[in-house]
């Protein structure tokens, strides 16, 4: 195993630690606005269907933000 110190000085960890706030944020929003911290249903599966579809929506949320408003209505 690698020590702490040493594997902090790899530029895997740096790409890593880059990256790091941006996951974070997506995880947060889905924690506080669409309730990711509990269940709904009983049962993996269903568990699991539930949090796919919490990242779905965080996700396209954060996709038509990231469009250019202008060109959606560039063909007006």
């Not at 506080?32 to 990242?55: K, M, P, S, T, W």
């Amino acid at each position: 195993m690698w020590k702490r110190s040493e594997r902090s000085q790899t530029e895997e960890y740096a790409s890593v630690k880059k990256d790091h706030p941006k996951v974070e944020r997506r995880l947060g929003e889905i924690v506080n606005r669409h309730g990711g911290r509990i269940a709904r249903y009983r049962g993996l599966d269903r568990v699991f269907l539930q949090e796919i579809l919490c990242a779905t929506v965080a996700n396209v949320k954060r996709m038509i933000r990231l469009l250019d408003v202008s060109s959606i209505f560039a063909f007006r």
